[in-house]
């Protein structure tokens, strides 16, 4: 069992930053890999960014290549996501989510333990 908990998430104006964290309890995480989804109203969930376990290997989707990083403290048992020059249609509930494996951590099928979410909404 893997607990995962969110938090980081608020009201910003485009343009600024925040930084979502996500604390994990249960597997080892040293050997988890991690991602963040989000999910806007009325939309599908995707995929945001991965970590692999080791922190070698980072993965993003296109529209957040050079505004979001993600990492991770693995003596904290936490991962990070910083993201900058924030838009409106970043807008959405963020999720972390942890992987036992390391390949497709773009795909959400590859998770088997799921926060609760944080919510960021960013306004125009």
């Known amino acids: 069992q893997v607990h995962l908990v969110e938090s980081g998430g608020g009201l910003v104006q485009a343009g600024g930053s925040l930084r979502l964290s996500c604390a994990a309890s249960g597997r080892t995480f040293s050997t988890t890999s991690m991602g963040w989804f989000r999910q806007a109203p009325g939309k599908e969930r995707e995929f945001v960014a991965a970590?692999?376990?080791?922190?070698?290997?980072?993965y993003y989707t296109d529209s957040v290549k050079g505004r979001f990083t993600i990492s991770r403290d693995n003596a904290k048992n936490t991962v990070y996501l910083q993201m900058n020059s924030l838009k409106p249609e970043d807008t959405a509930l963020y999720y972390c989510?942890?992987?036992?494996?390391?390949?497709?951590?773009?795909?959400?099928?590859?998770?088997?333990?799921w926060g609760q979410g944080t919510q960021v909404s960013v306004s125009s």
């Open positions: 989510a942890a992987s036992p494996g390391l390949l497709r951590l773009w795909n959400p099928e590859n998770y088997d333990y």
């Open positions: 970590i692999s376990w080791s922190a070698g290997s980072t």
